[in-house]
């Protein structure tokens, strides 16, 4: 059987009632005659044999015979194919049956579709007609409502306009009337009309500028009123304001920022601002001086500094402390207005400078300076410091001319110095106040120079008398300790020079120099060594005052150096000393010139100081000498107040004697030799013996 082959159709089903009746039973199958009769049905089943199950359709129509559940029996299936007809001869009685069904109700459907388009018809010929009877009434409405429309257009455009480019009668009277208060609505109002000439720019930018021009002018008239009205109210308020209160009002410092855009009625502003700032801070400081008003009235909350102060310093110090605190406290109060508030002020009055009529008009070429709000700030500080700085230069004037203390003289100097450093931090080098103190701290210089000099003229008498012990004239003592209190003060001073010796050298001319010119004078007078004594004494104490202080290197090293020369003109003393009291100096003076040489030695035996009895005689004043030559030394140099130095100064003189004498030594150890070695067989007396003493013993000696 073929797997593959179809599966006959159901209706080729062989069926046993149609298969030919074979006359051989079937008990012979095997004869001849019944094999060729049985030939079809043989085929018949082979096909269906062949048949395959894996086709669709035999699948098929075995499930059918599965749902029919029917048994197989020679009856079904001769009745099979019947049943079949019949079951399909039912099915499409009941098709047609139902189509019938399907065309009724398409009748029906036909006739209502008929009459509604009867009804249709009808109501279109109807609205035709009433379409042509309301036309014109139609259009004439819609005409209506367009124009209806473009002037309700027109009404919002004009209402908006007029809100926005026009002020009402009530806002132009809040602007310009006097009677009218400066409040929020004041500048809400100002806002609006300064938007509304910015706006104007607008409609001059079409060709009929004439509604810009009027709108524009009239808004500016109005604005300039506005200012003017803002302007004098400031003038009235600053009139009470009171700038030591903390709770200042924002009214005013709103209406500062918004005047600001107009710079010349800012300045007329800032200008009776600063004028009745002056006035109080005058009348201020004239109450904190003498602890009354103006108008004499006491007040007894002041202490005044006139009877506080106990001495000049402390009056001016008092002074100075006050107008320091003055003007800190007034730029305090006035950054509130002119720097806080997020800079608005600076940015009002750097738009006004810009929209000014002479600055538009300008040329390119021009140059435009921007507003600096903290240099306006330091000249209003400034301004409104200016009447109390003339009552304070007055006063301190009066007290630097009539001061006749040196030492009080320099530290007022220093006092201003130290303020003018101090004000110029808090306000602009070029101040009326920083240049009031200059002057006064070089007036107070001036007078400290001309007492120097004064002094130093009544000390010429003293500058020619010689202390008896060579020690400090009292003239020099006290000008040590009136310039270490000066150096003192300069030490504490607040400088902003970073080169400070060079600014004290011109304090050093005045208040030393001229003292020790006087001891050199002094020392001139005096005979050697004494005059070397009394000029490092001098020297001394001046370089150990100086020598405290940083700012005095330079003039410590200088008079380090005078003494250093000074020493060594005693050094040279005490050399000369030592070698006139020890006998030797004629022995030194003929043998120091020559040199350690056969030939210089053979000369040595033919000068007068190495004769016999000059070299005993020399010996013998030496011995005498030693003992007591260092203490003898030491006693010329016992009015030289520095020890260590006497000590210095003698062991270096005595080491140059000790290194002449070694020469000596050699020299007649040298002519010895020589005398041995030309006269061997002579016995001479040699110069050693005449001299015995070793450079060895001088130095133990002299030590």
């Not at 020559?594 to 010996?619: C, F, G, I, R, W």
Request: aromatic share 6%; hydrophobic share 40%; proline share 4%.
């Amino acid at each position: 059987m073929n797997p593959n082959s179809a599966p006959p159709p159901l209706t080729s089903l062989p069926s046993f009632k149609d298969a030919p009746q074979s006359p051989l039973t079937p008990g012979t199958p095997g004869t001849p005659g019944t094999l060729r009769n049985l030939n079809p049905f043989s085929s018949k089943v082979t096909a269906v044999l062949s048949t395959s199950f894996a086709d669709a359709e035999f699948s098929d129509a075995l499930s059918l015979l599965d749902a029919r559940r029917l048994v197989n029996t020679p009856d079904t299936r001769r009745q099979l194919r019947l049943d079949l007809q019949k079951e399909l001869i039912d099915s499409n009685g009941d098709i047609i049956s139902q189509f019938g069904k399907v065309a009724e109700q398409l009748r029906r459907i036909g006739n209502t579709i008929g009459k509604l388009n009867a009804g249709f018809n009808d109501m279109k010929t109807q609205i035709a007609a009433a379409n042509a009877a309301t036309e014109p009434v139609i259009g004439e409405a819609s005409s209506l409502i367009a124009r209806k429309s473009q002037v309700e257009t027109r009404q919002k455009l004009l209402a908006s306009f007029n809100d926005h480019f026009l002020l009402s009668e009530d806002e132009v009277a809040v602007l310009t009337l006097t009677s009218e208060p400066v409040d929020e609505r004041f500048f809400t109002v100002l806002s609006k009309a300064k938007k509304i000439t910015k706006d104007c720019e607008l409609l001059l930018g079409f060709e009929d500028q004439t509604l810009g021009l009027e709108i524009m002018e009239q808004t500016s008239k109005n604005l300039n009123l506005a200012f003017q009205k803002l302007y004098r109210w400031i003038q009235r308020e600053f009139k009470t304001l009171n700038l030591e209160n903390p709770q200042i009002g924002s009214s005013i410092r709103h209406a500062l920022r918004v005047l600001a855009e107009r710079p010349s009625l800012f300045q007329s502003c800032l200008d009776f601002f600063s004028e009745a700032r002056e006035h109080i801070l005058s009348d201020a400081f004239h109450t904190a001086l003498t602890g009354s008003t103006p108008t004499g009235a006491e007040d007894p909350s002041v202490k005044p500094i006139e009877l506080v102060a106990h001495d000049l310093l402390r009056y001016v110090g008092d002074m100075l402390a006050w107008m320091h605190s003055a003007a800190v406290g007034e730029r305090e109060a006035l950054e509130v207005f002119f720097v806080s508030e997020g800079g608005e002020i600076a940015k009002g009055i750097q738009e006004g400078l810009e929209n000014e009529v002479w600055r538009l008009a300008a040329e390119d070429s021009e140059e435009i300076v921007d507003f600096d709000p903290v240099a306006a700030l330091n000249e209003l500080v400034d301004r409104d410091m200016s009447g109390a700085v003339r009552i304070l230069r007055q006063r301190v004037e009066q007290v630097v001319q009539t001061n006749e203390e040196t030492i009080l003289a320099y530290k007022l100097a220093n006092l201003l110095n130290f303020y003018r450093e101090t004000f110029s931090r808090l306000v602009t080098n070029n101040s009326v106040l920083v240049e009031a103190l200059g002057n006064l701290e070089s007036e107070a210089m001036r007078q400290f120079r001309a007492l120097m000099r004064d002094h130093i003229a009544t000390l010429q008498g003293e500058f020619q008398h010689t202390p008896a012990d060579l020690g400090l004239p009292d003239f020099l003592h006290d000008a040590l300790e009136q310039l270490t209190a000066i150096m003192k003060t300069y030490d504490t001073s607040l400088t902003s020079s970073s080169n400070r010796e060079g600014d004290f050298q011109p304090i050093l001319a005045e208040a030393l120099d001229p003292f020790l010119d006087g001891c050199q004078n002094v020392g001139r007078g005096l005979e050697s060594p004494d005059d070397s004594i009394f000029l490092i004494n001098c020297f001394e104490a001046a370089r150990d005052s100086l020598s405290q202080f940083d700012f005095t290197q330079g003039k410590t090293n200088e008079l380090q150096a005078k003494v250093d020369d000074e020493a060594r003109k005693l050094t040279q003393s005490q050399y000369l000393f030592l070698r006139t009291q020890s006998g030797l100096d004629g022995l030194m003076d003929a043998l120091l010139p020559l040199n350690s040489t056969n030939e210089d030695a053979e000369k040595v035996a033919d000068l007068e100081a190495v004769h016999p009895a000059a070299l005993t005689q020399a010996s013998q004043a030496l011995d005498d000498f030693l003992p007591s030559a260092l203490m003898d030394a030491m006693e010329n140099l016992k009015r030289l107040l520095d020890a260590r130095l006497v000590t210095e100064i003698t062991e270096e003189a005595a080491e140059k004697f000790c290194a002449d004498f070694e020469h000596v030594e050699e020299m007649l150890m040298l002519a010895d030799e020589l005398a041995e070695q030309e006269d061997e067989d002579q016995e001479t007396e040699s110069l050693r013996a005449l001299f015995p003493r070793t450079s060895g013993e001088i130095r133990v000696l002299l030590s």
